[in-house]
């Protein structure tokens, strides 16, 4: 549900339009109207900007259906899709509900993956060049360039013929998500919160070891 990415505003609009069109999906519970924040109960009958699914943001007087609990609430990682799943695509999950409710999920959940695709045999590779394959508690907390510059680092500090230089890579980039425990938990070199998320990563040579040519 990252709001940055254009794939996503694409999934976000569409999540919207479901709920506008199909509103027996959302059950009593949720609205496909989008607030700036969650409505309580003592702003009955005030006014405050709401945006429907084909406008912009509007003043509207609020009645007491409006309470419902937005289909999307949150922003970026902290997004949930019906207060309850933080992803936008996914395979399966068919019985997944709202909890303590009969509401399903998965009308709002994509099974298409956002793809791209890299012709291996259009280039030539050295034994540097690497495809980094890595889970959330990497990418949260450490960008396309910081994780460029950690695996240049590493691969210069081994010969290009050694196989172990790409799982050093890969080791290095987990330590430098989790940080180091200090009073005020987990930290980054720069003193931001590591990952608290699960950490994965897979280093994989293109070219596969072997001398420079």
């Known amino acids: 549900l990252d709001q940055d990415t254009v794939p996503e505003k694409i999934l976000h609009h569409r999540f919207v339009l479901q709920a506008f069109l199909r509103p027996e999906l959302l059950g009593k519970e949720f609205t496909h109207l989008e607030f700036p924040r969650r409505i309580q109960p003592k702003e009955l009958g005030k006014k405050m900007l709401y945006r429907d699914q084909n406008m912009n943001a509007l003043p509207v007087g609020w009645e007491e259906d409006d309470l419902k609990f937005p289909l999307i609430y949150g922003e ?14 996914g395979l399966g999950d ?22 791209r695709v890299y012709d291996l045999t259009q280039y030539e590779h050295c034994p540097d060049d690497v495809l980094v394959l890595g889970t ?3 990418w949260d907390v450490t960008n396309d ?7 240049m680092e590493v691969l210069m500090s081994y010969e290009p013929n050694d196989p172990c230089r790409y ?14 425990l200090k009073e005020r938990g987990w930290r980054l070199a720069n003193d931001k919160l590591g ?19």
């Open 136 to 138: 959330d508690g990497l």
């Open 145 to 151: 360039k910081e994780v460029a510059g950690v695996v």
């Open 167 to 180: 799982t050093m890579v890969a080791q290095e980039l987990v330590v430098r998500s989790r940080g180091v």
């Open 76 to 89: 970026g990682k902290k997004a949930r899709v019906m207060a309850t799943i933080g992803v936008t695509r």
């Open 195 to 213: 990952s608290g998320d699960d950490i994965s990563v897979f280093v994989i040579p293109l070219g596969g070891p072997g001398n420079y040519t």
């Open 94 to 115: 068919h019985d997944l509900k709202v909890f303590s409710s009969n509401i399903h999920i998965k009308p709002f959940l994509s099974c298409f993956p956002e793809v």
